[in-house]
T-cell receptor, first 115, second 113 residues
């Protein structure tokens, strides 16, 4: 049972344009969401997060949007840079911002940013 | 590098052998998590430990898998009598306290022949 889904296995964008990565979840108990970035042969690194009490969180070039009614979140990267090329994982936690690190991950989306 | 250290990076075992994966958390972190990533899948939670205690092992297979985080030394994930289906990347993460951001290690790639 895949409770967090990233339906696009890959995404290709041109440098300078916007990258939009999508994530859907099914469990309404999730109330804290995170995005991780992963390069080959490395572990995931935290990118940005959002609590369910918000619908938007911004950090530099990265913005995460949350639509609770649709159980959908998205990560916007603008402008995209070649160094952003990596696998992006959406993750969710069920016990709020104070939850321990029991995260449910999506399958990942491979982002390729072309120069 | 004061990050999460995992070793070995690559481990090859034959069916029936034992695999021991080690994880040293970030200095000062007392919370350790193990995740497994099967090919073409996302990471899946296995176990959450604090020093000398298993807090949540709901993601651990019931047999052959065990984990510990002793008072001194690294956390160990132990897989007995490995089978081909155990081939995966195993990631360790640590945090300074419950609810804080996770820092992941680079993982151990286990290959079972």
């Amino acid at each position: 049972d895949q409770q967090v889904k990233q339906n696009s296995p890959s995404l290709s964008v041109q440098e300078g344009r916007i990258s939009i990565l999508n994530c859907d979840y099914t469990n309404s108990m999730f109330d804290y969401f995170l995005w991780y970035k992963k390069y080959p042969a490395e572990g995931p690194t935290f990118l940005i997060s959002i609590s369910s009490i918000k619908d938007k969180n911004e950090d530099g070039r990265f913005t995460v949007f949350l639509n609770k009614s649709a159980k959908h979140l998205s990560l916007h990267i603008v402008p995209s840079q070649p160094g952003d090329s990596a696998v992006y994982f959406c993750a969710a936690s069920g016990l709020g911002g104070t939850s321990y690190g029991k995260l449910t991950f999506g399958q990942g989306t491979i982002l390729t940013v072309h120069p | 590098n004061a990050g999460v250290m995992q070793n070995p990076r690559h481990l090859v075992r034959r069916r029936g052998q034992e695999a021991r994966l080690r994880c040293s958390p970030v200095k000062g972190h007392s919370h350790v998590y193990w995740y497994r990533q099967l090919p073409e899948e996302g990471l899946k939670f296995m176990v959450y430990l604090q020093k000398e205690n298993i807090i949540d092992e709901s993601g651990m297979p019931k047999e052959r898998f065990s984990a510990e985080f002793p008072k001194e030394g690294p956390s160990i994930l132990r897989i007995q009598q490995v089978v081909r289906g155990d081939s995966a990347a195993y990631f360790c993460a640590s945090s300074v306290s419950s609810g804080e951001k996770l820092f992941f290690g680079s993982g151990t790639q286990l290959s079972v022949l």
